[in-house]
């Protein structure tokens, strides 16, 4: 089959970890575990987030010179070069040394009208206590939200209208190349009134991005790798209970955090309906068994009636 997984944040820095190289690092090396076991049976596509990474490239640039701040698709694109490094190397340590693996530079085609610019909502970089997170915001010019208990910068996420790299993608696919790209929802970029392509400052998100990817590389699943083990109705209450699978209408009766698993479940229902075929949601170290559909929710047109773990 052809798979597009897209890594959770979690899979590259856990929540609160420091944002050290080692410690994305680390992590990587546990995902590229779990990708290689179905990369040697499938055709893969990696795609990953970068809200830790690219908030951190933006506090470094606030640090040094505020007012030369580079702008976030400069940041989205510096993200994609070091992300993918680390997966491509990882993976390639754990694959067939033949095995060909290329991380694109992923442009995506945003509406600069899009009322996402009129309503910041995307975390992006580390998370605060609530005094600091206003310091910082009065200081720098931020948006902020609560994120559960601390408070993030928050910034405009449009839509993903059109993959630029599309065709290339497909290319090395169809030579049996593992591709990382779209990283982060990939590099935002508008056109100007002269029909000149620039970017623009915003992050897309990355759960939107690697659905419209896998409907344009024609993939046959489409995975969304968190940290949970699956999609739970009334997480954390004494009805807490897993679905297993379901269709992208009976996924529509719940309610699911806007923050966490409400965009993946969102996106993977998205592609499930325009495809016709199967969406997943769950853990990272279960992939090979989402790929057989023994463990995480598999959400598609024919899946009957609802089942649970």
Known sequence: MRIVTALGGNALLRRGQALTAENQRENTAIAAEALARIAVDHQLIVTHGNGPQVGLLALQG??????????????????????????????????????PLATLLTMIEVDAKDPAFADPTKFIGPVYEKAEAERLAAEKGWEIRADGDKWRQVVASPLPQRIFQ?????????????????????????????????????????????????????????????????????????????IKSATPDAMDQFEFAAGSMGPKVDAACQFARRTGKKAAIGALADLKDIVAGRKGTTISPDAGNTVFH
Do not use: H
């Open 166 to 242: 599309i065709r290339p993608i497909k290319w090395l696919v169809e030579k049996q190349t593992v591709v990382i790209c779209a990283g982060g929802g990939g590099i935002p970029t508008v056109y100007d009134a002269d029909g000149n392509l620039e970017g623009i400052e915003a992050v897309i998100d990355k759960d939107l991005a690697s659905e419209l990817l896998a409907r344009d590389t024609d993939a046959d699943l489409f995975i969304s790798a968190t940290d949970a083990e699956c999609v739970y109705l009334d997480w954390g209450t004494d009805k807490q209970r897993g």
């Open 62 to 99: 606030n640090a040094y010179k505020p007012d030369e701040a580079y702008p976030l698709d400069v940041l989205g694109a510096e993200t994609e070069g070091m992300i993918g490094y680390m997966i491509e190397q990882e993976l390639g340590n754990r694959l067939p040394k033949e095995t």
